[in-house]
């Protein structure tokens, strides 16, 4: 008789998420992938699929959840790391670029969600971006930056900041995690384009 290995509440949940993650970190689109495909590389049967995720797009949806709590825990460690203001973008961007180089299939699968085929994922992932979007207004608000500017304005600029850094990410993920100079082009260009926005943010008049 064969024995099968008992597994925890939800672990085959986990396997079958991060057999997906590991397939697009491996080069592979997510739009491109199929269940069977998906729980080979989990080692589950198909049919423990239907027992977790109703279809691919559930699976996606859920997966953009998981990105959430890992943007939510980049915004927590630039709150905890930027205490004064003139250090906002640069420990910013430096926070960013090494979550990116520790969640690359995280935010590989995000870079292919926001061009994706699936509306669903790709609106999931601009929601979450729309919430980083927010929180850095806030944060903005609370360091007293730009506070000639409306809340529409200054949402604005939010949204372009978030729009930048996110655009870095096919750059960040196109090179090897070991090549350092070339990620510190990256983390200076990006500051660049932030400095350049917050420049031109510091000279608009709300209307």
């Known amino acids: 008789m064969t024995s099968h290995k008992r597994r925890r509440p ?30 080979r590389q989990a080692e589950v049967v198909p049919t423990s699929f239907y027992r977790h995720f109703r279809s691919m797009d559930d699976l ?26 003139d ?20 935010f590989t699968f995000m870079a ?18 729309q919430f980083f979007a927010r929180e850095l207004a806030n944060d903005l608000s609370n360091l007293g930056l730009l506070s000639h500017l409306s809340d529409g304005d200054l949402d604005m600029t939010s949204e372009l900041v978030v729009r930048t850094v996110a655009f870095s990410l096919t750059d960040i993920l196109s090179i090897s995690a070991e090549d350092e100079e070339e990620l ?16 031109g943010a510091d000279h608009w008049q709300s209307g």
């Not at 079958?16 to 080069?27: Q, W």
């Not at 996606?60 to 203001?85: F, P, Q, S």
């Not at 906002?88 to 961007?93: A, G, H, K, T």
């Open 60 to 85: 996606g949806l859920t997966l953009v959840d998981e990105l959430g709590v890992v943007l939510r825990g980049m915004m927590r460690e630039t709150r905890a790391n930027v205490i004064h203001a």
């Open 112 to 129: 292919q969600g926001l061009a994706g085929e699936s509306q669903a994922i790709q609106q999931g992932i601009r929601n979450e971006m």
């Open 10 to 39: 939800g672990e085959t949940r986990e396997m079958l998420m991060e057999a997906a993650l590991t397939l697009v970190g491996r080069g592979r689109h997510f739009a491109s992938l199929g269940i069977r495909e998906i729980t």
């Open 184 to 199: 510190t082009r990256i983390r200076r260009q990006t500051t660049r384009f932030l400095r350049m926005i917050f420049i």
């Open 87 to 106: 250090k906002l973008m640069d420990e910013s961007v430096a926070i960013f670029v090494n979550h990116v180089q520790s969640n690359r299939n995280f």
